[in-house]
């Protein structure tokens, strides 16, 4: 029996996505986990796997279309057999193809209006973050390139094939512009640069939270010598590949901490609380232009080196705009960890629908007093962000305090 796949929802505030490229084409046999198509949200560009084996029978939107969540976009089933898929509704769907305007005087078709170069456009070129991240780490110059991609959005291989064409090193004008007596050039005029669709979709979701979350905060310091040392004598038996940071004891012992704290891994609804069976940790990374959230599902029944192994895959996967639908859906509870930047500490905004998220600073050594002596030790702050409506201060701070058991005697998680 045929099935009709839909636009999925990544992430709450997730209303549609681009059907950027159909990866299978009608006819084509395709499995179940096969990447049927890639679409782009406000997040990245994300591969969308087919929920059926069969053939494709049909595909009921077209490339550079919008389309709204949960709205049909392809049939799967058996060769031969009919099918009766409904049609993306035109007062939902709408083409950015139809806001393209043609690059010579003559009435272009509308495959030519599609392949429109990129510096044809007003305003900044239209590109893939994939294309983006591609171009800037080979320093080229995006206005350069003709776009392949629907309304002459520049794609990966665009990029690609302007690399291997010898362009790996095109730059603007004035970047080519030699600088005398060492002395960088400086601009005094204003630059007005367009805000990423990622960092539109964080300014809404943030704005919103902190408007109509009633937040509170609850700081803790943790030692970490036990942690710090227990990580050096794992990390001394795996590869370069597999080492285990700190941040992945963090991730193990919050989700442990969060089983006997299920009030803070819940969301609110009207005048419920809703308390998750799962604990799926979010772990905040930085990608081109943003901050996304990855998910370690069920973290409180997973080893440290699974979990580190999920962390850094999803993590490299969003980096590359290439991250999978359950990489970034379904988080109960959020960390955004600084350490690395050397913060020593820092507050964080709820992330909706959760009721809680931890920031966490850097471990230090720094001077600490013991039974009224000076030593060095080891020492990590980080505080908790709560809904009011959801939680108190007694409770987060109950929680702070049993997560220090488990990051002050680590051999605790593994067992």
């Known amino acids: 029996m045929a099935e009709t796949i839909s636009m999925p929802k990544l992430g709450f505030d997730m209303a549609e996505g681009l059907l950027v490229r159909w990866v299978k084409q009608v006819g084509e046999q395709i499995n179940k986990g096969d990447v049927l198509a890639e679409i782009e949200t406000d997040k990245a560009t994300v591969e969308v796997e087919s929920s059926a084996t069969g053939v494709v029978l049909q595909l009921i ?193 919050t989700a442990l901490t969060l089983r006997q704290f299920p009030n803070l891994n819940a969301t609110i609804k009207g005048t419920e609380v809703i308390q998750f069976g799962h604990v799926n940790v979010g772990v905040a990374v930085t990608v081109p232009g943003g901050l996304m959230t990855v998910v370690v599902k069920d973290a409180d029944q997973k080893g440290l080196r699974q979990i580190s192994g999920e962390i850094k895959a999803m993590a490299a996967r969003a980096r590359e705009g290439k991250v999978k639908p359950e990489d970034v859906d379904g988080s109960t509870f959020s960390t955004s960890n600084l350490g690395m930047y050397d913060v020593e500490e820092f507050i964080a905004i709820v992330n909706p629908p959760e009721a809680a998220i931890l920031a966490i600073g850097s471990a230090k050594e720094t001077p600490v007093v013991e039974n009224g002596q000076i030593k060095i030790g080891s020492r990590m702050k980080a505080t908790i962000s709560v809904d009011h409506r959801v939680s108190d201060g007694a409770e987060a701070a109950q929680f702070m305090q049993k997560l220090a058991e488990f990051l002050e005697n680590p051999v605790r998680m593994l067992v």
């Open 61 to 253: 939107v077209d490339q550079g279309t919008m389309v709204p969540v949960n709205a049909p976009i392809a049939v799967v089933g058996q060769a031969g057999e009919k099918v009766d898929a409904p049609a993306a509704s035109p007062s939902k769907v709408e083409s950015p193809k139809s806001e393209e305007k043609p690059a010579a005087p003559s009435a272009p078709t509308p495959a030519a209006v599609a392949q429109a170069s990129a510096p044809a456009e007003s305003g900044p070129v239209k590109a893939s973050p994939l294309a983006r991240k591609v171009a800037k780490d080979n320093n080229i110059n995006l206005a350069s390139i003709q776009g392949t991609g629907p309304g002459g959005r520049v794609t990966r291989k665009d990029v690609e094939a302007a690399l291997s064409s010898g362009q790996s090193s095109v730059t603007s004008k004035q970047s080519a512009q030699p600088i005398t007596n060492y002395q960088l050039p400086i601009s005094t005029e204003d630059k007005i640069i367009p805000t990423t669709k990622l960092r539109q979709a964080i300014g809404r979701r943030l704005v919103e939270s902190k408007q109509t979350i009633p937040h509170f905060y609850v700081t803790h310091e943790y030692k970490m010598e036990a942690v710090m040392d227990m990580r050096k004598q794992v990390n001394a038996y795996l590869g370069d590949n597999e080492k285990i940071s700190v941040n992945d004891f963090i991730i193990k012992a």
